[in-house]
């Protein structure tokens, strides 16, 4: 069964530009899926469109067969759309326990908050009660921010480049938490990510560039064309390797 | 003491249905109760209103109470009380403050406390405000807290003004020597047509003395807040102030810092930040399945927390 369909989106910027020109695809309950593609290919902005923070100028988007398009975020969420924003921001006053306790919805005890941010690489008898502000370096609230979607155990978890400014011993307890979800078949994952660990793990690989998707299909499929043209001297999908 | 002044203090001072230790309750400008301990004693001024609390040396771990609390209009409470805290103690002092008002003419409760710390002395001084009742009449509260730090010794102030206090002047005046230093927590929540000033002047005069001052304030309705602090730095010293204010609605605030160096080692730092909550905060928070007002709720709750 599909969790998500799109039929034909599209987004333009307040200019007219189009960003997301005309986008369909499917995604299957369960699967671990990744959108990749060059930088400002509209990526971002696919997720934001299915977060319900952004709205198509043009087109539909189902979840689990109803159409969501007109829903906003705080329905889609309570539907079971997560999204892990590409750059978090920052709380003054709120604590990484009061963070995590709301995206799970109640009170979490010692040793769920540990479970939650190991998975992250993080120690929670560190963590839990500083707050989400600037003491907190990048690396730090870039995992917390992506503990709060694992807290939520949503249906469909969107994580935006969840590698970016995370070391590589995090990362890799990251890539292994992604597995461990997709084997508990607790909920779907789209990432969006460039990094070959992350498309290494993918089922379905869905290549996006110029607003356009450009390639979709199994893994096995994909990635070999991705990793053909990331040796040739200019990428055929767009502007720039697809792979960083 | 009447039943409004109990559900006063429930909320502004821990209030379970007694205190432990010492204590002293005003009510309507007159004594509900009062108790010393073997190592705080409380006693009436003999020259005007108020009281004067003389920590013994070295009393550990110990908590005095003396809320205040106004509980109709056509009160106008003034009182003084003077802190004495011995060499080496380590106490609490809980000073919360209710006006409830339901009548045309105002009230007023007016706290002057002095502090004189002693060499080594530490004190934590928990402060909480609120206004209840419907009627016309203003509820005030203007307090004064002159803070006299010796050598080594510390404090720390934790103060919070919940809601209902229509208007209230705050100020905070420090003096510290050699190696003392002054913590100061505000929180400040102003809705409707409240208006709320908050000033403090703290002076470095020891070497290594130290002080970090942070007020943060939300400014809802069309309520207005000011914010005055000035830093000198005198000796060898730190100082850090900070004001970061949310405003929502037609809610507005001014802060207006100051620093004076006199040394050329007094290290001193003013931020200041007031704005709207940022969108990205509300979105993210909706991404978690709370509404725009939740959301919002939410964060103030936690910026003020």
Redo the contacts between chains.
Sequence with gaps: MDILKAEHLAWDLPDGVGIIKDISFSIESGKLVVVTGPNGGGKTTLAKLI?G?ETPSAGHLFFEGEDITKK???ER??LG???A?QQ??R????TVR?MLE??S?HALDDAHLCDLLGKVGLCANEYVDRELNASLSGGEIKRIEIA?VLA?GAKLSIFDEPEAGIDLWSFARLVETFEEVRRNQSGTLLIISHQERILNIADEIIVIADGLVRAAGPREEILPTLLADEKSPRCPLGKESALV | MNKITESLLRVVSDFGGTFKGAYNVREDGGCAGRQSSEHIKLESKKDGPGLIIRVAPGTKGETVYIPACVTHGGIDDLVYNDFYIGEGADVVVVAGCGVHNEDDSEARHNGIHRFFLEKGARVVYREKHVGTGKGRGARRIDPVTDIQMAEDSYMEMDTVQISGVDSTMRRTNALLKDRARLVVRERLLTNGTEWARSDFDVTLEGEDSSADIVSRSVARGKSRQEFNSCLRGKNRCNGHSECDAILAESGSVVASPSLEAANLDAALIHEAAIGKIAGEQILKLRTLGLTQEEAEERIIQGFLK
């Design positions: 977060a923070i906003n975020i705080t969420a309570k759309v997560a999204y924003f978090p921001v709380f003054k006053g709120l009061d709301l995206a919805g709060s939520r």
